[in-house]
């Protein structure tokens, strides 16, 4: 008999980016047992997939055809050729523009006779697959432009080898593993925290003997006493909330750091069909507005046009475990705009687009749908960070250091600082977060030992 329907959905952290012996997180789950056989082989763990594997895929374009895979190529292969070039601008003094997306834009408008080789339609069609990449890069970088993203910096992000994977069982499957090995009791949930006090002198009822720099005040009243405690909220909450979050406020250059780099959004919408439109063989359907090019601005009105930022659809596998299901991605402020729709109306327009995008007026719509809503989220606030112009890999490392910021502070690492967005080359990651955990509980090992 079949395995029954799991209906498993990942609502946040998809893939293991680079599944190799360099990646703790892959390690971690290779450990545990979580992964499937095909991700644990030898030759999955050498492909240099540039962080985003080719999935066997399918090109719709808005005119309800599918696409020329040649076109659809090419342009692609130019993309990851500008894209490769513009890391290359790491370190240097001279730059040819202050963003990632005005750097590819300029490359494209050069090399815009050459597109298609020189036919106006095919011009016209390179553009718009162009136009795709960008959108899809959005999404990589958690972005709602690539014009916001600094180009000195973005080569010091650090892409593992391997093809990504995902758990069979969900990722939640590893922090449970994790978990497994403390005491009962010792992780409160649901506890949201209200102000983090430092440089205090806080005493516990009854005891006079002992102070404590650090008391950790929860939204329900409950206080905590601490000498270190280890913040790893995200930095979209850290830029709303940090001036009353703590107390006293961070340190100018610590907030600084946080007003300047970048923190955007990127959701998912899954939708479920009783029977697939799409070819067995298919695992990624891609979207490309056929009329849109790199060169022009995209439509301002969210309402009218949303759905146009939508990069396609990765099919979830396999469909015994999922159903039918397709993970469409959307980054940006349209992205956005999506999370303040009803489920109703993103049904609806998604039914839409894929009528549009099949050519096939009477397609049955998804029986139902299931989005992310990482923006509407007030502890997250977004989906992840990357390095916004006017900052750089050093505000990464500001962000990171511990406080108080004295040395010779006879309480030190009363706050330290972990998650995502704290390390300077896997900044965006599952891997880079654990990382930067450990090296704050290194430090705090250090300290003890000393």
């Known amino acids: 008999s079949l395995p029954t329907v799991s209906g498993l959905v990942e609502m946040g952290a998809h893939w293991i980016h680079g599944p190799s012996p360099g990646n703790p997180v892959f390690c971690l789950a290779t450990h545990y047992g979580l992964l499937g056989p095909e991700a644990a082989r030898e030759e999955n763990q050498q492909v240099e997939a540039g962080g985003h594997p080719p999935l066997p895929s399918v090109t719709y374009g808005s005119s309800g055809r599918v696409l020329s895979p040649q076109v659809v190529n090419e342009a692609r292969d130019l993309f990851n050729t500008l894209l490769a070039s513009a890391r290359g601008f790491c370190g240097s003094e001279e730059l040819p523009a202050p963003s990632v997306g005005q750097y590819l834009r300029t490359e494209i408008a050069r090399r815009v006779p050459a597109l298609g080789r020189g036919e106006e339609d095919a011009q016209r ?64 949930l649901n506890k949201a925290v209200r102000t983090i006090w430092w440089q205090g002198s806080f005493r516990e009822e009854g005891d006079e003997a002992r102070d404590f720099p650090v008391r950790v005040e929860c939204e329900d009243g409950d206080t905590f006493l601490a000498d270190h405690v280890i913040v790893t909220v995200p930095l979209g909450f850290l830029k709303e909330r ?38 067995p063989q298919q695992q990624l359907l891609e979207v490309v507005w056929e009329d849109e090019s790199p060169l022009e601005e995209p439509s301002a009105n969210l309402e009218a046009n949303w759905f146009k930022k939508l990069v396609g659809f990765v099919v979830l596998q396999p469909p015994e475990q999922h159903g039918h299901v397709l993970c469409g991605f959307i980054a940006g402020k349209e992205s956005e705009y999506m999370e303040t729709l009803s489920d109703a109306e993103v049904l609806s327009t998604m039914t839409c687009v894929l009528r549009t995008l099949t050519g096939n007026p009477r397609l049955p719509g998804p029986r139902s749908v299931l989005r992310s809503r990482w923006h509407s989220a007030s502890y997250t606030r977004g989906s ?34 972990a998650g995502e967005a704290t390390h300077r080359t896997f900044y965006s990651t599952t891997h880079g977060a654990l990382l930067s955990g450990w090296r704050e509980a290194e430090r705090l090992n250090q300290l003890f030992k000393a």
């Open 384 to 417: 992840y960070s990357y390095v916004a112009v006017g900052s750089s890999g050093d505000d990464i490392d500001v962000l990171a250091q511990p406080l108080p910021e004295d040395p010779k502070d006879p309480r030190p690492l009363q706050l330290l600082f």
């Open 125 to 188: 069609l390179q553009l718009a697959a162009l136009a795709a990449c960008l959108k899809l890069e959005c999404c990589i970088s958690g972005t709602h432009s690539m014009d916001l993203v600094a180009l000195e910096p973005f080569g010091e992000y650090v892409s593992l080898p391997g093809l990504d994977c995902t758990f069979p069982g969900g990722y939640s499957g590893l922090p449970d593993c994790m978990l497994s090995a403390l005491p009962e009791g010792t992780v409160l």
């Open 242 to 279: 940090h001036q009353d979050f703590f107390q006293p406020p961070l340190p100018k250059r610590k907030a600084e750091a946080i007003r300047r780099l970048g923190f955007g959004t990127n959701n998912k919408i899954f939708l479920e069909f009783e029977r697939p439109f799409w070819e």
